[in-house]
């Protein structure tokens, strides 16, 4: 055996099966034998993938329709009330999309990734009650193959630690009764063979935890590990160290503890005393999270340093996380730059790539091929590095000379020329941005790619859809509006595609949610912007109304949080250059009449570090660059911003530094917990609370958003508010939108003009 170890793997399938087959199943054109169909399919099909390669552990329930958390939730029993006469499948996506009546649970970053999950909603009354079904099932599904998998699990102490509490109590209360269901499973899987090796994930370990949290460690995992002696307990964690944790780990009877030396590096400083316990250990040497190819000698190098520390044969080679966060494989990028490509490791490509780091550092013999392939990945790796792709020295030298890095009007004078300027009293309503991506406007933007239609006629089908969005919006009254971006696959692909230093592929999707996927762009070189990118769209639809049209722009941190970014680089210097190339576009936006731009930053807080100890360096460069993207806008240029998923209790102050004139957040899903720290520190500038999920299919009545804009009020000033959606319109068909925004619109005429008090 080689010893080698895959976190988990992606499971939206190589060409996005499981994403066509699960919205098929929610169109009502088919039924869910045919989303079970094509999952058995995948998930035979990755394990295989996997056995081919060479993978000693290979995971089973690592596989879901929807996510992890969320089977999670359905595994433990702990179905939020107003869902509990719900049953099998109408039950799992009632509560990650919602129904009719019932709102959907929360949805949030999964640490510090562009993943979402499910938040699990505890109260004092929670019970929890074992449906293994899912996790026996999938490890009998792979034993017939003739693979056998361990077994992932989300750790018990992560999923409280990541939980709500609709009630305020704390959610630990319940720790020992997750424990028993998790010990009641635990007997269930032993039954299924001699052996079996169950992980549990506990990412929240490389949190900065408090003495409580840590204090449930060693009798956790001392009540797991003892459950049945044929089962052997890893515990993963990854994206940062967790040293504190593992003082505690090596002292309980668990098998092996999987460390991330990508993200964490910091984990070196608690590894003798896993030599000391005699534990495992299962080293994350691959990266899970970018798609850089491995340099095979620094791996090497990096195990060796390991290996001094751990002796080598309680070391398992692995990958630092789950692959879930990289694109399934290359083989299908036939018109990306064959250089770019060879710098390039995608899911597939990791697992051969642990297989020979394993090989190589045990010392097995390699074959022609394998020394073939090893010979190749040192070339690549040299090559990337003197490329004349990646440098240039024009822009570096422009920023080198920048003289002013942020705008030099204070809000309390800007806020005043806008109002005026613009004419707006309060309650003022708009949309994020987005509208419903149709699959004709998909099918218009596929066709020019490939040929099939001239530029000319493209643009006709964007400028029509432009003209009846535009046509819309002021039919039912929205005070400002946008041109709905018909002509954007993306909001990051496509400022990318027109960016030096960008590569895009065919077929690397990464699953964001649910069934969305995302397919981020390859930041390989220095950024730089030669001509508009938004300027004769925007002006477009400009000429169309009379009414403000707002400009539409993705924020510089969101670009990288959302791209694959280049390592040879820091990350604020890349950004840096992206803020750059966006000012020149705010500049050249506003030059052409329009005087109100959005620059979206959804991303923000997803790229905060998880220590405490790094977040003050992130937040000053990635605030300063922010101010760089708009430093160009006038006094009367109004920049709005849009953040996603935040909790702003503790980044409210770098908010405030950030100096948007207006800014819209999500908060659909969780009231007006997320706006009262607004009211708390007093601040100044304008907010646009969203006041409907669009997450969701189902359209909120005007009498919910009367009742939700009312409680608004009773928060902020009305003279402070915007009121908007959630987010982005774009994934909503245009029945949902149309009549959602109308109510929306309906609702803020019921509050001016006083008709319900």
Known sequence: MQKNYVIGFPRIGEK?????????????????????YVASQLKKRHWNYQKEAKIEFISSNDFSYYDNMLDTSILLG?????FENLKNEELYFAMARGNETCVAMEMTKWFNTNYHYIVPEISKESTFKLNSEKVIEEYKEAHELGIKTKINLTGAITYLGLSKSVDNSDVFLHINKVVEVYKELLEEISKLDDEVIVQFDEPLFVKDLDSKVLSLIKPVYDA????????????TTYFEHSNEATKILVNTPIWALGLDFIYGNKNF????????????????VIDGRNIWKSNFQDKIQLLNKISKIVDKENIIVGTSCSLLHVPFTLSYEDNLDKEIKSWLAFANEKLKELSLVSKQFFDFKLNLDEVSIIRKNSEDNNQRKISSKIHNLKIQEEIKNLKVWERVDKFQDRIKVQREFFNYDFLTTTTIGSFPQTPEIRENRKNYKANLISKEEYEAEIKKYIDDCVAFQEEIGLDVLVHGEPERNDMVEYFGEMLDGFAFTQNAWVQSYGSRCVKPPLIYGDVNRE???TVEWIKYAQSKTSKVMKGMLTGPVTILNWSFVRDDLPRSEVTKQIAYAICKEVDDLQKHGIKMIQVDEAAFKEGYPLRIENIKEYENWAVDNFKLSVSSAKVDTQIHTHMCYSEFNDII?????????????????????LLRIFKEVAYK??????????HSPRVPSVEEMVKQIKALIEVLPKEQLWINPDCGLKTRKWNEVKQSLKNMVEAVNIIKKGEVK
């Open 16 to 36: 996005r099966e499981l994403k066509k087959v699960l919205e098929k199943y929610w169109a009502k054109q088919s039924d869910f034998g045919d989303v079970k």
């Open 269 to 284: 400083d608690a590894i003798e005393l896993i030599k000391n316990s005699n534990k495992v250990l299962i080293a994350g």
């Open 531 to 533: 001509n508009p990118m």
């Open 224 to 235: 797991l590990a003892s459950v049945t002696p044929n089962i052997k307990i890893v515990v």
């Open 685 to 694: 500038q304008e907010i646009g609370p969203g006041i409907y999920d669009i």
């Open 653 to 673: 102050k770098t908010i405030e530094a950030m100096d948007a004139d207006v800014i819209s957040i999500e908060t659909a899903r969780s009231g007006n917990r």
């Open 78 to 82: 702990a179905i939020p009330k107003r």
